[in-house]
């Protein structure tokens, strides 16, 4: 009788060990599986889809507005600014810069009216009706072809300029457009300005 007794005790710790030992692996098993996470899956470095660029003011480029009226680089300021630059003559890349940039400010809904948008064009060629008229919006201006120095990655970027005038973003001139609104929809929530 003392045996089966004694058996009996041993095999009620031995459940209560495994239950025991259970609810501790339940206990931990978050944490370990967390830093299994965070230090063994791949995960994607940067949020942003453009290219975060060093900050510097956007060089004061002075043109003339395809209505006569002088443009300075310094009226830009106050908004977000997508600026996009290339001949008159606005081949594809051009065009599919041209309408990523209106699209991507589309997206913006209310938040729209934040954002403008303006094509730089460095040379006389005859800019066409139909493109304007596809673009209501967009302000062009004529400039010097040294003024596209000023870009720091290039003419064949998209670029973003924030409301204080300093070069924020550039992303290609075939962007990815949902990718491009969503980075310009997340500045525009965390900023105050502009």
Known sequence: MAEAA???LSGTRARTRRR???LAAIA??????????YYLLPRDARVNYGTL?????FADIGGVRLDGRRFAAAELRGHWTLLSASGGDCRRPCEDALYASRQ????????RD?????WLVPDDHPIS??????????LVARVSDGALSALPAG????????????????????PDIKAMAKDLTRLLRASQIG
């Open 129 to 138: 009706a139909r493109l304007l008229a596809e673009h209501p919006d967009l």
């Open 114 to 118: 934040r954002v403008q948008r303006v």
């Open 28 to 37: 931990v098993a978050p944490v370990i599986l967390s830093y299994a996470a």
């Open 53 to 57: 660029l060093p900050t510097q003011p």
């Open 6 to 8: 004694t058996a009996h």
């Open 155 to 174: 003419a064949d970027r998209i670029y973003l300029i924030d409301p204080l005038g300093n070069l924020v973003l550039a992303w290609p001139t075939q």
């Open 20 to 22: 025991l030992l259970l």
């Open 104 to 111: 991507a400010r589309t997206i913006q809904n209310a938040e």
